[in-house]
Antibody, heavy 117, light 107 residues
Framework: QVQLQESGPGLVKPSETLSLTCTVSGGYISDYKWNWIRQPPGKGLEWIGDVSYSGTTNYSPSLGGRVTISIDTSNNQFFLTLNSVTAADTAVYYC???????????WGQGTLVTVSS | DIQMTQSPSSLSASVGDRVTITCRASQGINRWLAWHQQKPEKAPKSLIYGASNLESGVPSRFSGSGSGTDFTLTISSLQPEDFATYYCQQYLSYPLTFGGGTRIEMK
């Protein structure tokens, strides 16, 4: 059974870069799209973007070009980079898996990232 | 972007109640709709895909229906473990979008 685990700093300063890693175990990283989703405290879910095995990406326009998602297939990991963060980027960040034309079928446990000086 | 609107945003119910949540898409999404359940401090869990197909292991008291722009999630007899927040999500097109959530609270 596939497992996803987010890792990265829990505190980032305003204007700096947020960087997270999702490590995939128990399954193949091919044939899926690998997603980042976030949830501000007390609020709903927001899709950030995804990356395929081949490195093709899709992003939410709401993040204004600040986001980059990449993948390292040899180590079964994918990554999120979010530039120029503000307090509004404080959220629990989840990684999740889905196939094309399917919804999310596996989620990481989530990691809280706080943006504060 | 396809906007997803859920109603109500919250409701109070008792164990054994029949509960219905609605989700409306701003444009037709055929049946490319999923429902997710989220308990406090936990990651979401996928319940339904394709508007009406239960994920493996999901109890049969959950059901989904709808097509196009209007969808419903029904819990036929609410159980204690069902008190949670539920989100609809479209996966027809990018950007993938979620409804605002419906929180089911104990009456």
């Amino acid at each position: 059974q596939v497992q996803l685990q987010e890792s990265g700093p829990g505190l980032v300063k305003p204007s700096e870069t947020l960087s997270l890693t999702c490590t995939v175990s128990g399954g193949y990283i091919s044939d899926y799209k690998w997603n980042w989703i976030r949830q501000p405290p007390g609020k709903g879910l927001e899709w950030i973007g995804d990356v395929s095995y081949s490195g093709t990406t899709n992003y939410s326009p709401s993040l204004g070009g600040r986001v980059t998602i990449s993948i390292d297939t040899s180590n079964n990991q994918f990554f999120l980079t979010l530039n120029s963060v503000t307090a509004a980027d404080t959220a629990v960040y989840y990684c999740a898996r889905r196939r094309t034309n399917w919804p999310f079928d596996s989620w990481g446990q989530g990691t809280l990232v706080t943006v504060s000086s | 972007d396809i906007q997803m609107t859920q109603s109500p945003s919250s409701l109070s119910a008792s164990v054994g109640d029949r509960v219905t949540i609605t989700c409306r898409a701003s444009q037709g999404i055929n049946r490319w709709l999923a429902w997710h359940q989220q308990k406090p401090e936990k990651a979401p869990k996928s319940l339904i895909y394709g508007a009406s197909n239960l994920e493996s292991g999901v109890p049969s008291r959950f059901s989904g229906s709808g097509s196009g722009t209007d969808f419903t999630l029904t819990i036929s007899s609410l159980q204690p473990e069902d008190f949670a927040t539920y989100y609809c999500q479209q996966y027809l097109s990018y950007p993938l979008t979620f409804g605002g959530g419906t929180r089911i609270e104990m009456k």
